[in-house]
Every structure is written in structure tokens, then in C-alpha cells.
């Protein structure tokens, strides 16, 4: 009987950290919120030849509210406060990039279009 509490035990426990390791905040970051109603972030695909059907349509999509990106992204890796990697598939290079104010979120408007015209012509 004190076995079998003792293997109950220690299969909690590595279940504990199961869970635990699939938590998406690196510990240096949980001061800072990723997933909330109010963080805003900006999908920021790489615009060539390699750029897959999937990542377009989430760069028409754009600006994703933070408690969209766990469903959306199922295998997002944080970078650090302000950078995601998307990992929509295996050798995805898209980013998000957290979007703080208006200036910044125009900001990024230009450049994506500054990058869409430079693989037009390229």
C-alpha cells in the first residue's frame, strides 16, 4: 500500500513538471504580459519565393490581440518582451512583434509595405 502511495506520488509529480514544461513564459518575462485582452501584436512574415499559403493568410490577418495568439499559434516560442517566433510550421521564419501605441503600429505598416515592394521587384 505505501508503494503504491509512493509510485502515486511520483507519478504527480512528473506530471507537475510535464505541465510546468509546457508553460509558454520563460521565467525572466512573467512581469511582462504576452496573452492578454490589451497586448496587440503584429505578424511580420518574410516576404519571398519561400513564403507559404498559410503565413500569407496570417499576414492579412496582421495585428492579433494577445488571447488570440495561443489558439492561433499553437507553437509559438517568446523570444524576449517584444518578439514571438510564429512556428505556424516546421521552418517557419515569421515573427510577431509587439505593437505598443499608434506611432509604432504605423511604423511597422511602412515597413511591411516597404518589404512587399522590395520582393515585387526583386
Known amino acids: 500500500m505505501q508503494l503504491q ?20 513564459i520563460p521565467e525572466e ?5 504576452f496573452f492578454g485582452e490589451h497586448d496587440l501584436w503584429i505578424y511580420v512574415p ?7 499559403p498559410t503565413c500569407e493568410a496570417h499576414a492579412r490577418d496582421l495585428v492579433f490581440r494577445g488571447s ?3 489558439s492561433k499559434f499553437k507553437y509559438l516560442k517568446i523570444i524576449d ?12 521564419r515569421c515573427e510577431l512583434y509587439r505593437v505598443i501605441g499608434v506611432e509604432q503600429y504605423l511604423r511597422w505598416l511602412e515597413i ?11
Not at 518582451?81 to 517557419?92: F, K, L, M, S, T
Not at 511591411?112 to 526583386?122: H, S
Open 46 to 52: 518574410i516576404y519571398d519565393e519561400k513564403l507559404c
Open 81 to 92: 518582451d517584444g518578439r514571438i517566433y510564429a512556428n505556424v510550421h516546421p521552418n517557419c
Open 5 to 24: 502511495r509512493c509510485v502515486s506520488a511520483v507519478k504527480s509529480v512528473k506530471a507537475v513538471i510535464a505541465v510546468n514544461s509546457l508553460r509558454r
Open 112 to 122: 511591411l509595405e516597404q518589404r512587399k515592394k522590395e520582393e515585387v521587384e526583386t
Open 68 to 70: 488570440e495568439l495561443r
Open 29 to 33: 518575462y512573467k512581469p511582462q504580459t
